[in-house]
């Protein structure tokens, strides 16, 4: 009995030690179990997040600028870097948070404003079973949403106030971009949860921008003298080197957007070396046989628009479907270009409408026919081309209106704000020195 009773004792202390130990093995366990950021991953996007940045700045500001007249040189500029500033300072205190969560609906979310829920230890998923630092995939949006904003002066450079372009990317950026972006990228988001493809941000980007670009110079109103006065750009030089820093930034844009470098990564950069380079080249065919000289705008602009194409159809588009994607969104973007703008006579200034929104939606609806198997697209062929088709043109008809009612709000409440328009001295002498009191060139 007593030797019964030992051994009895001996197993329920056992049995109670490991009783009390198991939490402590679970956690343990837990904690093992908890996905580790890839550092490859991690160290590509860095590098994707950078490349982007060199979009902005330089490579934007300088294709911007040479467009422009001297006279407004710094001026556009420094709208392009000061939105870019302001865009980046408002996604870490409410953007992330508006379009990525974690909270959501639909049509937005919420729930980490001044990335209250993010640390050095979060992490975000990719497409895989990997994941990366939350604070590299965040910083990563930002860009895409820097960008974007800046996108939209182009078409109201040399006659928009300073003041209000800022105000402009403080509204519209809340309104349109963040629930964009939750849309088609964040969970649960409208267009993601409807089987909308948009790899890199054809509608997220390029749609949104253009439509806005459009809506923002139709309120504002044509520069004096135009379409009379000639207006060339002053420095395609500056233009072609910004031009070549968009192309090469643009593939953190796009292989970047696979968030691990991995063989979709390799599609959608092989994408962008080919689309692009079509799209140049097509553009300058175009001219050529419109009666024109095949000339440095003309390239410069064709990559643009093959840049735009190819964003959604990166990672879903095998290289010959990105080629013809490319080669078509150029030439459609010549003729709107120089065709229906002189036609319709608003004055989109760097034609960014005519070429982010209208390659943009291009590619949008391009992607459900390339994506496809038989075409040599990545799609599983799970869901028909009608069909995905059809998806993605009800996604392009949901950015449009989004973009459009709201940056009629944005660019009303800029005007309430700041007047939004310089005035007739101003532009006439330049907004260089009318709105910064600086020259870019003595």
């Given amino acids: ?32 179990a908890a996905p580790v950021p890839n550092p490859g991953n991690n160290a590509w996007m860095m590098t994707s997040t950078v490349l982007v940045l060199m979009m902005i700045l330089p490579g934007l500001a300088l294709f911007y600028g040479g467009l422009t007249r001297s006279k407004n040189m710094l001026s556009t500029m420094t709208q392009v870097g000061a939105a870019a500033a302001l865009a980046m300072l408002m996604w870490v205190i409410w953007g992330y948070s508006t379009a990525f969560g974690p909270e959501h609906n ?12 993010v640390t050095p230890d979060s992490t975000a998923a990719t497409f895989s079973d990997e994941v990366i630092s939350e604070y590299v995939f965040l910083s990563f949006q930002m860009t895409f949403a820097a960008i974007t904003a800046a996108l939209v002066f182009g078409a109201t450079v040399e006659r928009m106030k300073f003041s209000a372009a800022m105000v402009f990317v403080l509204i ?25 493809l948009d790899f890199a941000g054809g509608t997220v980007v390029h749609i949104n921008a253009g439509v806005s670009a459009l809506v923002a110079c139709l309120i504002l109103g044509k520069r004096s003298g135009y379409p009379k006065e000639p207006m060339p750009p002053h420095s395609l030089t500056l233009t072609m080197v910004g031009a070549g820093l968009l192309w090469v930034g643009w593939f953190g844009f796009n292989a970047g957007s696979e968030l691990e470098a991995d063989g979709t990564a390799g599609l959608a950069m092989i994408n962008t070396f080919v689309a692009t380079a079509a799209a140049g080249l097509a553009w300058m065919l175009v001219e050529r046989l419109s009666g024109h000289k095949g000339s440095a705008l003309g390239f410069s602009s064709g990559l643009i628009a093959g840049l735009v194409a190819v964003t959604p159809a990166a ?9 013809v994607l490319g080669a078509l969104a150029s030439v459609i973007c010549f003729l709107f270009v120089s065709k229906v703008k002189p036609a319709l006579g608003y004055d989109d200034s760097l034609d960014a409408f005519g070429i982010h929104g209208v390659g943009g939606i291009i590619g949008a609806i391009g992607t459900g026919i390339v994506y496809q198997p038989g075409l040599g697209g990545p799609g599983d062929g799970s869901t028909a081309m009608g069909a995905q088709v059809m998806i993605q043109l009800t996604a392009v008809v949901i950015s449009i209106v989004w973009a459009a009612v709201g940056s009629a709000i944005a660019i009303y409440i800029a005007k309430a704000v700041t007047g939004l328009r310089v005035s007739q001295e101003v532009e006439q002498e330049g907004l260089d020195l009318g709105e910064h009191g600086e020259r870019a060139y003595n």
Avoid at 7 to 29: F, R, Y
Avoid at 174 to 196: C, E, F, N, R, S
């Fill in 1 to 32: 009995m007593t030797i019964s009773r030992k051994i009895c004792g001996a197993l329920g202390a056992a049995v109670a030690t490991l009783a009390v130990s198991a939490p402590a093995w679970a956690q343990e366990a837990a904690a093992a």
């Fill in 106 to 117: 639909k049509l937005f979310a919420w729930g980490n404003l001044f990335l209250s829920q």
């Fill in 172 to 196: 519209w950026s809340t309104i349109v971009y963040y629930p964009i972006a939750h849309m088609v990228w964040g969970t649960g988001g409208l267009l993601l949860d409807m089987g909308a």
């Fill in 315 to 323: 990672g879903n588009s095998g290289p010959m479907g990105a080629i």
